[in-house]
T-cell receptor
Framework: DAGVIQSPRHEVTEMGQEVTLRCKPISGHDYLFWYRQTMMRGLELLIYFNNNVPIDDSGMPEDRFSAKMPNASFSTLKIQPSEPRDSAVYFC?????????????FGPGTRLTVL | GIQVEQSPPDLILQEGANSTLRCNFSDSVNNLQWFHQNPWGQLINLFYIPSGTKQNGRLSATTVATERYSLLYISSSQTTDSGVYFCAVERDNQGGKLIFGQGTELSVKP
């Protein structure tokens, strides 16, 4: 299996621009998670989906952030407009689903720099 | 919410030394994972260990769920073990939501 795939790996943009991060979960996994990692706040969960439906978006920092999962193999995290404080590494992760074994697998991350 | 505390926050070892990293959590959990974040930022799964003991080569982990802690043992450390080690837990019926500790930054010197 290819694992969780994220693109782009690096993104540099200017304040005010729209940013779209992409994620492809592991095939057969029905939960998808978006995390953000910063020095100040560590790793924090932003939103997660089950069977393409958003379940908990309480970690989304503000209305500038939105996430979608149009099908089982693709999700996007969008920031519009972007601000310098959004600079961070954004990770996507997936699991097969609730049950006996819920090991979560992470993608390589997207390093976002907003100038 | 549940609190996850890792210790020590930093650790410097000479190559070949052994170490123990600790993770304490404040409530019952049904999932606990250890990750290694390498210098390139990749989060690598080490163990899925909600309870019991597992070993994988030079690494082993033990979780005592009733006492709310987990330990990660690294034996005969190598420079490639350097990076940050995270413990992450999921509370019961939380749909897979992982809460991460702040990590232990390990540096192994040659």
């Amino acid at each position: 299996d290819a694992g969780v795939i994220q693109s782009p790996r690096h993104e540099v943009t200017e304040m005010g621009q729209e940013v779209t991060l992409r994620c492809k979960p592991i095939s057969g996994h029905d939960y998808l998670f978006w995390y953000r990692q910063t020095m100040m706040r560590g790793l924090e969960l932003l939103i997660y989906f089950n069977n393409n439906v958003p379940i908990d978006d309480s970690g989304m920092p503000e209305d500038r952030f939105s996430a979608k999962m149009p099908n089982a193999s693709f999700s996007t995290l969008k920031i519009q407009p972007s601000e310098p404080r959004d600079s961070a590494v954004y990770f996507c992760a997936s699991i097969r689903g609730q049950g006996v074994y819920n090991e979560q697998f992470f993608g390589p991350g997207t390093r976002l720099t907003v100038l | 919410g549940i609190q996850v505390e890792q210790s020590p926050p930093d650790l410097i070892l000479q190559e070949g030394a052994n170490s123990t990293l600790r993770c304490n959590f404040s409530d019952s959990v049904n999932n606990l994972q250890w990750f290694h974040q390498n210098p390139w930022g990749q989060l690598i799964n080490l163990f899925y260990i909600p309870s019991g003991t597992k070993q994988n080569g030079r690494l082993s982990a033990t979780t005592v769920a009733t006492e709310r802690y987990s330990l990660l043992y690294i034996s005969s450390s190598q420079t490639t073990d350097s990076g940050v080690y995270f413990c992450a837990v999921e509370r019961d019926n939380q749909g897979g939501k992982l809460i991460f500790g702040q990590g232990t930054e390990l540096s192994v010197k040659p």
